[in-house]
C-alpha cells in the first residue's frame, strides 16, 4: 500500500501564491505517475496536472501558465506551484499516485484545504 499526505494549503488573497507537498511512504516503489487533483465548493473532482516518473508534465487549460508540478522521486514527494490564485482556484486539493501494478490501483491523499480570499 501507498500513503499519501498532503500538506500547505492555506488562506490566501487572489493574486497570491502557495506552494502544495505530498509526502508518499509505504510501497513507493509502486507509485508510477502522480497527479493533482481538486474539489471546489459544490463541484466534481477535477485533474489539475499531472507528471510521470521521467518527469514528463500536463495540465488542465485552466492553470496552464499559473501553476507547476514537480517531483522529487529521491525524496518521494509531489509538488504543486500554485502563482496568481483565483477565487476560482479555491478548493480542496488532492494528492494522487497511480500504481506501476495497473490502472486499477490508486492511492490518494486526504486533501488539503486551499481558500482564495480578500
Known amino acids: 500500500q501507498v500513503q499519501l499526505v498532503e500538506s500547505g494549503g492555506g488562506l490566501v488573497q487572489p493574486g497570491g501564491s502557495l506552494r502544495l507537498s505530498c509526502a508518499a511512504s509505504?510501497?513507493?516503489?509502486?507509485?508510477?505517475?502522480m497527479a493533482w487533483y481538486r474539489q471546489g465548493p459544490g463541484k466534481g473532482r477535477e485533474w489539475v496536472a499531472s507528471?510521470?516518473?521521467?518527469?514528463?508534465?500536463n495540465y488542465t487549460d485552466s492553470v496552464k501558465d499559473r501553476f507547476t508540478i514537480s517531483r522529487d522521486n529521491a525524496k518521494n514527494q509531489l509538488f504543486l506551484q500554485m502563482n496568481n490564485l483565483d477565487i476560482e482556484d479555491e478548493a480542496v486539493y488532492y494528492c494522487?499516485?497511480?500504481?506501476?501494478?495497473?490502472?486499477?490501483?490508486?492511492?490518494w491523499g486526504q486533501g488539503t484545504q486551499v481558500t482564495v480570499s480578500s
Open positions: 509505504g510501497s513507493i516503489y509502486l507509485i508510477d505517475a
Open positions: 494522487n499516485a497511480g500504481s506501476r501494478l495497473g490502472p486499477q490501483y490508486v492511492y
Open positions: 507528471i510521470s516518473r521521467s518527469g514528463s508534465r
